[in-house]
């Protein structure tokens, strides 16, 4: 077990981790594919926002910026959250944004695939340049791309 000052580095290391991905989303951001985004959150009906942990704040500042701009908004964060994607009415007409600033947890990516599935665009935002699994992606980018932001739509 951990003594007393060597937690305080594990917490103090996880939390500047943690705020060192979530920067490095906004980092990496492309405006052209912010710019589809931001058509397809304007077009649909709900959005549902999904995250664990520290991604959890971006989702809910997404939340009061959409509450501000009348945009339907329904929160699915923490253990679970992937079973209250499946049990909600997401579908064709919505949009469906996944952060995760430590990869992709299965939660996070059982809820978006769940969500593209229905039919739902699928916006998912990651600190890094890892590759997107080919299950979720519909929007295939450059290799050159910097974008954190991956939108994915069904399959046609």
Known sequence: FAGEGEMTDIVKESVLQDIGNITAMEKLLDVNVLDRAVDAIDRCSTVYGVAMFASEVAIHMLE?????????FIEATGIGLSKKIEFSGIGPNDVLIAFSSQRVLKEVRDAAVMARRRGATVIAMRPTRW??????????????????????????
């Open 64 to 72: 009061h910026y959409l509450w501000r701009l009348n945009k339907p």
């Open 131 to 156: 590759p997107v699994p080919a299950t979720w992606c519909s929007w295939p980018r450059s290799p050159a791309s910097r974008s954190t932001i991956r939108t994915w739509r069904r399959w046609p």
